[in-house]
């Protein structure tokens, strides 16, 4: 499949630094989450900053938004695969959703995690690439635009209850819970 990891917001909550370098225990939130992925899949990270090592692109004009890091992302892959997933790298262990997503998709445009707390995990999702497509294009402008609203452009969704993997981590204190932080430079 095609793996998008949004990873280009401003970190605002955390101090205004880069999120994909924000370390747990020595490992940063984004090889946490890729430690997760298939070898198997193509992976872009949607980031302004260059990641060595990795398939790295950035929306124009960069902090776009999550509609607009999507659609950088998609058009990003050489290959379009059946179904896209899309993760944010502040949600570090959401690829464990992804099996039971692809399992649950059916027919549906869309595949959604449905966290424990009741809200809509549009960052942890997967989609026909298809239908994302189609999603994107119907939207128009992708700039500041909530990904939220990518669904409501798909014409079927299946939600599907998380397990707490699909937990974001928005504040330093959040994310204590899972160690030792430690942070990068403010950018």
């Not at 909530?146 to 993997?165: W, Y």
């Amino acid at each position: 499949m095609n793996i998008i990891i949004l990873a280009g917001g401003e970190g605002k909550r955390m101090g205004g630094v880069d999120k994909a370098a924000v370390a747990v225990d020595g490992r940063t939130l984004l090889d946490i989450l890729l430690s997760q992925l298939d070898p198997e899949d193509d992976v872009v990270v949607v980031s302004p900053a260059i990641i060595d090592g990795i398939t790295t692109v950035c929306e124009e004009p960069p902090l776009g938004g999550p509609v607009a890091g999507i659609e950088a992302g998609l058009n990003s892959f050489e290959h379009a695969h059946e179904f896209t997933a899309i993760l944010a790298v502040d949600a570090p262990y959401s690829a464990a959703m992804l099996p039971l997503l692809q399992t649950q998709i059916g027919k549906a445009d869309a595949a959604v995690t449905l966290a424990a707390d009741g809200w809509v995990q549009p960052l942890c999702a997967l989609w026909r690439s298809g239908s994302l497509k189609a999603a994107i294009h119907s939207l128009g402008e992708t700039k500041n635009r909530p990904a939220k609203a990518l669904l409501k452009q798909a014409g079927h969704i299946v939600e599907v209850g998380g397990d707490g993997t699909e937990k974001d981590y928005d504040t330093v204190s959040e994310l204590e819970v899972l160690g030792n932080v430690t942070l990068p430079k403010a950018h």
